[in-house]
C-alpha cells in the first residue's frame, strides 16, 4: 500500500514477523485473561492510527515547503 516500494513481498514477510512477535508477547503476558485479543487487536488499531498520523505529519511539512514558508527547526529535520 505504499506507491514506489521495491520489495514489496519481502516487506510484507518482516510485518508478519513483527506481528507475529507482538501476539505472542501478549498472549505470554496476558495468557490467564480472556482480554488477550482485544488487547492485540486494539494495539494493531493504534499502531495504524499512528501510521495515519505520520502520513499527515509529512504531508503537511511537504506542503509547508512547497510553499516557501519557514519550518520550526525540530520538523526541518523530517
Same mark, same amino acid.
Request: charged share 20%; glycine share 4%.
Given at each position: 500500500?505504499?506507491?514506489?516500494?521495491?520489495?514489496?513481498?519481502? !516487506?510484507?514477510?518482516?510485518?508478519?514477523?513483527?506481528?507475529?512477535?507482538?501476539?505472542?508477547? #501478549? !498472549?505470554?503476558?496476558?495468557?490467564?485473561?480472556?482480554? =488477550?485479543?482485544? !488487547?492485540?487487536? $486494539? #494495539?494493531?488499531?493504534?499502531? =495504524?492510527?499512528?501510521?495515519?498520523?505520520?502520513?499527515?505529519?509529512?504531508?503537511? =511539512? #511537504?506542503?509547508? $515547503?512547497? @510553499?516557501?514558508? @519557514?519550518?520550526?527547526?525540530?520538523?526541518?529535520?523530517?
Amino acid at each position: 500500500d505504499r506507491p514506489g516500494l521495491e520489495h514489496p513481498a519481502l !516487506v510484507e514477510e518482516i510485518q508478519r514477523y513483527y506481528l507475529n512477535t507482538l501476539r505472542m508477547y #501478549i !498472549v505470554n503476558q496476558l495468557s490467564a485473561s480472556p482480554r =488477550c485479543s482485544i !488487547v492485540y487487536g $486494539k #494495539i494493531l488499531s493504534i499502531l =495504524c492510527e499512528l501510521r495515519t498520523l505520520g502520513m499527515q505529519n509529512s504531508n503537511m =511539512c #511537504i506542503s509547508l $515547503k512547497l @510553499k516557501n514558508r @519557514k519550518l520550526p527547526p525540530f520538523l526541518e529535520e523530517i
